[in-house]
């Protein structure tokens, strides 16, 4: 009986896509396939492509898509070229640009190129309109035979944006010439089995070119590898064909036993480790829960952009342990969609209690430093500053470093002499907008914009609190003055709203108009992208929080969905100026401090918002909100939030997630098949966050990379680097 | 007799620091608070009225008025019932970018027949007294691009503020009992929800 599983891939924090496989006799051979790509080859892999899924993320990584791949992808690589007309003609060569790969066809090794006018022909794309942040695209699959499955996947016409329904037309199939060797000339398009190749011509001219000699010449184009990867590729190909240069003619590489290799994939599973393995899979809870797996994992890959592949192999042993310790937390709905198995929730066990501590005192931070005024251990005063904050005396010295505006090893001689220059700096800068005579910015209208934006705003900036209250306040100049100074710094972005609201704060702290600027450049460095013409910080960060809040509570994210909601337009100014209208000015402080350690996760302010709608959820739920009371209650959360109780919350919220990073990651890794994630004991990670900001600990970067990505940029390390 | 309260929905549009949010508070609170933030994203606020004899529950959104936060904004125009084009008396930049903001709202609130959609145009803080706009030329904008009200008044000290957010109300009613739905049926208003009647003796 074929059991069918049920895949879903969600966009945008929509379900955009349902497509269904068979979990048929194959099903041990594909996950062999998966295992052993990744076991083996999968260095050599285009980190898209994984295991049979090809995941294709678009330039911007805004736009991602999923693939199953049937046949599976070993290779691939965009950008290569033919040479149209003949390949040793100079003059007029017209370029086509295609894609190149290796595939896997139950076991036959394909090489197929193709155009890319083929592939990115409309036709063959799914596109959404006006919103640029809800495309998606298939970059592959034109009409060969040899696509059966994914033309079957391909064929729903998806509704998946509430304002434009896309469908996908699929392009009428044209060769039909199987998959010994199809060459269509007209457009340089071909593919042939690995067992049809005879030789490789490989030459080197600035580029690499590639001729490809089949048993039954039928003269195959060059292949330009202009931007490179001839040798990735090459490599791949030696998976499954045996490549030795020919003694004659070294740019000649024969192919001299390519039977050896293709049997090879799959019988080196069998006495593998990964064996084991594929056994336990064939039981049936594993198998029927599999399909499932890769909702949940869906819920997670928006989180997962731009990863690094790292690769890491673990014993079969410790792969099945793992995965018997992650299933009994997942729930299989059987009922949702008869016939198949879909995971509705991922139990991320209960939350653990943490603690705060008071302020770090004065004596806490001169203690922490050397005679020549370095900061000792750096690592453990920052976890006492998350864990308590800073009393205020402290803070007009301890900013510059957790900004970055003071690098950590640095000495008290060197600061002097950094802020000796930093304050030249600014005073040019200064001069600059201040020497702009009225005739001059008359015609200058962005300069214009900018001052007559920046004088309103700085009218309507925390004036009731006494630093800046009253007409004629001096603070009020000083944030004029600040803001006109950070337009000439960075003149392409200038000034947008919200940014008077970062500034205040600093200035407040820091009583001087240059350590103040200074640091509101380290701020904005972290916040640019907030403020961006295309805000893509703030969409990535609804797109990361709609990630969390599927992870953390699905029924609540689900309610918010069917209220129109699941975009979060109502966390946008949380987002924007990280809660300075949220909470007291005091309160404001003491999160922003807390948050700079980089503890004990990054993006921690998601988790603050995670944890504010955690408290809020009940309440919406039981009240029924719809779209509008959504957002005029969470605006009206505004000065009624209470700072320790969400940071108590928060990281809590962390250490949940982290305990059960294995599982997400188990879930991850069986259809992305991306490396295997450390082993971590739930209970030992806890409270040991200095782990986090290891370097060498092996964490699954690819997760949740933006709680838990690169450990070295837990730190805002990237403030230190602008003080070079 | 039991009348019907209806929910209409009323938005701000105008370059930032013109006053819509010092109009708003006016006119929903009586208040007028200078210390008052610039506005970040979105946000609204109910007043309930009586215009001749209609129970009506005035939705007053408003939002923030920088380029660079159009996307943000945009969403939220779809399914107004009438639209308050603002400026400043004594900003004449503001008084020339309403045509900008009247296509703005036109074109992302999917309005089906822009001439006969209400607009009401507010010059406000005219307790100001450099002027940069005078009565005239705006009144000559408004009847030029579609003959819509225009009222002169400051969130500071009340003028008008209530006579205009009225006048709005009368054009959605007018409009309304001409029997033209400005918003499609078909439509799926995803930001307006049937108010439970409320009722009165
Ligand atoms: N004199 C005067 N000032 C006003 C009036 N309305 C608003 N303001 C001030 O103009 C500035 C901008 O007002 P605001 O409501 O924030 O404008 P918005 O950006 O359009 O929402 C604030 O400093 C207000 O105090 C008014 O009627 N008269
Ligand atoms: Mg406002």
Redesign the interface.
């Known amino acids: 009986m074929a059991r069918k599983a049920l895949v879903r891939l969600i966009r945008n924090r929509r379900t955009c896509l349902d497509f269904s496989y068979d979990v048929n006799a194959n099903f041990t051979i594909r996950l062999a396939q998966l295992f052993s790509c990744l076991n083996k080859s999968g260095e050599k892999n285009k980190k898209e492509v994984r295991g049979g899924i090809q995941c294709t993320v678009s330039a911007d990584e805004r736009n991602v898509c999923f693939d199953l791949l049937h046949p599976q992808v070993i290779f691939e690589q965009e950008g290569i070229f033919i040479h149209s007309s003949t390949e040793s003609a100079e003059d007029q060569d017209s370029l086509t640009a295609g894609l190149l790969r290796i595939l896997d066809k139950d076991g036959d090794i394909l090489v197929e190129y193709k155009p890319m006018e083929d592939t990115v022909d409309p036709s063959n794309m799914l596109c959404a309109g006006k919103d640029s942040s809800s495309v998606m695209e298939w970059t592959q699959c034109t009409g060969d035979r040899g696509h059966r499955l994914v033309e079957h996947q391909l064929s729903y016409e998806t509704e998946w944006d509430?304002l434009n329904t896309v469908s996908f037309k699929r392009k009428q199939s044209t060769s039909g010439e199987g998959w010994h060797c199809s060459l269509d000339r007209s457009k340089g398009a071909f593919s042939f089995n690995v067992g049809e190749l005879k030789s490789i011509m490989v030459k080197t001219e600035g580029w690499s070119r590639l001729v490809f000699r089949l048993r039954e010449d039928s003269g195959m184009p060059a292949l330009h590898f202009h931007q490179g990867g001839s040798e990735a590729f090459l490599d791949a190909l030696r998976r499954f064909v045996h490549l030795v240069q020919s003694p004659n003619d070294e740019s000649c590489l024969i192919v001299s036993s390519q039977n050896k290799a293709l049997s090879q994939s799959f019988e080196n599973l069998l006495d593998d480790a990964t064996f084991g393995l594929v056994q336990k899979f064939k039981n049936d809870p594993y198998t029927t829960t599999l399909g499932g797996f890769s909702k949940v994992t869906n819920y997670i890959f928006d989180a997962f952009r731009g990863p690094e592949l790292l690769h890491q192999q673990r014993p079969a042993e410790e792969v099945a342990d793992l995965l018997s310790e992650v299933i009994p937390g997942l729930e299989v709905n059987q009922q949702e969609e008869p016939g198949f198995e879909v995971i509705t929730r991922i139990d991320l066990g209960p939350r653990p209690e943490v603690r705060r501590r008071e302020p770090v005192s004065a004596e806490d931070w001169t203690e922490h430093m050397d005679i020549e005024g370095k900061v000792q251990n750096v690592s453990h005063l920052k976890e006492l500053i998350f864990k308590g904050g800073l009393c205020h005396a402290v803070r007009k010295e301890a900013w510059k470093f957790l900004l970055g505006y003071f690098p950590w090893d640095s000495t008290r001689d060197e600061r002097k002499s950094l802020q000796k220059r930093k304050t030249d700096e600014y005073f040019r800068m200064k001069l600059q907008w201040k020497s702009v005579s009225e005739e001059q910015e008359r015609r200058n209208s962005r300069l214009r914009d900018y001052r007559?934006?920046i004088e309103?705003?700085v009218n309507?900036?925390d004036?009731?609190n006494k630093f800046y209250e009253g007409p004629d306040n001096p603070g009020l100049i000083l944030l004029h003055d600040i803001l006109m100074t950070y337009c000439m710094y960075d003149f392409d972005l200038g000034y947008?709203?919200?940014m008077?609201?970062l500034l205040s704060p600093i200035l407040y702290v820091m009583e001087n108009e240059v350590d103040t600027f200074w640091c509101f450049v380290s701020f904005m460095d972290q916040m640019h992208q907030n403020?961006e013409?295309q805000?893509q910080g703030m969409k990535t960060q609804l797109i990361q929080l709609g990630t969390l809040l599927q992870l953390l509570d699905l029924s609540f994210w689900n309610y918010l969905e069917s209220q129109?909601s699941g975009y979060l337009?109502f966390c946008?100014?949380w987002l924007?100026?990280r809660f300075k209208?949220e909470l007291s000015f005091q309160d404001v402080l003491r999160l922003w401090e807390v948050m700079w350690t980089g503890l004990p996760c990054q993006n921690f302010h998601l988790l603050v918002c995670c944890a504010i709608l955690d408290s809020e959820k009940q309440k919406i739920v039981e009240e029924n909100y719809?779209?509008?009371e959504i957002?005029?209650h969470i605006?009206e959360l505004s000065m009624k939030l209470d700072i320790e109780e969400i940071l108590l919350k928060a990281e809590a919220i962390c250490w949940q997630i982290e305990s059960c990073k294995v599982c997400i990651c188990m879930s991850h890794f069986i259809l992305f098949s991306i490396h295997l994630p450390p082993l971590l004991s739930g209970a030992g990670s806890r409270g040991q966050q200095s782990e986090q900001s290891t370097p060498d600990l092996p964490l699954p970067a690819h997760l949740l990379q933006f709680l838990w990505g690169n450990p070295k940029a837990n730190s805002v390390h990237k403030n230190n680097e602008q003080n070079r | 007799m039991a009348a019907k309260s209806s929910l209409l929905k009323v938005i701000l549009l105008g370059d930032g620091g013109v006053g819509k949010s010092s109009l708003m508070n006016r006119y929903v609170t009586n208040k007028f608070d200078a210390h008052l933030f610039h506005t970040i994203g979105v946000e609204f606020l109910n007043k309930d009225l009586e215009v001749d004899g209609h129970l009506v529950t005035m939705q007053i959104w408003d939002t923030a008025g920088q380029e660079r936060f159009r996307s943000l904004r945009t969403p939220f125009y779809r399914g107004s019932d009438c639209c308050l084009l603002t400026f400043s008396v004594d900003d004449s930049q503001s008084f020339l970018n309403l045509a900008n903001w009247k296509k703005e709202f036109i074109y992302y609130a999917d309005v089906k027949e822009p001439e006969s959609f209400p607009f009401v145009v507010l010059g406000n803080k005219v307790d100001v007294t450099e002027r940069q706009v005078s009565t005239e030329d705006a009144q000559r904008w408004c009847r030029d691009n579609g003959n819509h009200p225009y009222y002169e008044t400051s969130a500071k000290d009340a003028t008008n503020v209530a006579a205009a957010f009225e006048e709005a109300v009368r054009r959605v009613l007018a409009v309304e009992e001409r029997g033209e739905h400005l918003i499609p049926t078909d439509t799926v208003n995803l930001h307006r929800k049937p108010r439970s009647s409320a009722t009165c003796c």
Do not use: C, P, W
């Open positions: 509430m007559s934006l309103k705003d309507r900036t004036r009731t947008v709203q919200g008077s609201d403020f013409e805000m129109d337009y946008f100014r924007l100026i209208r719809g779209f509008n957002l005029k605006n």
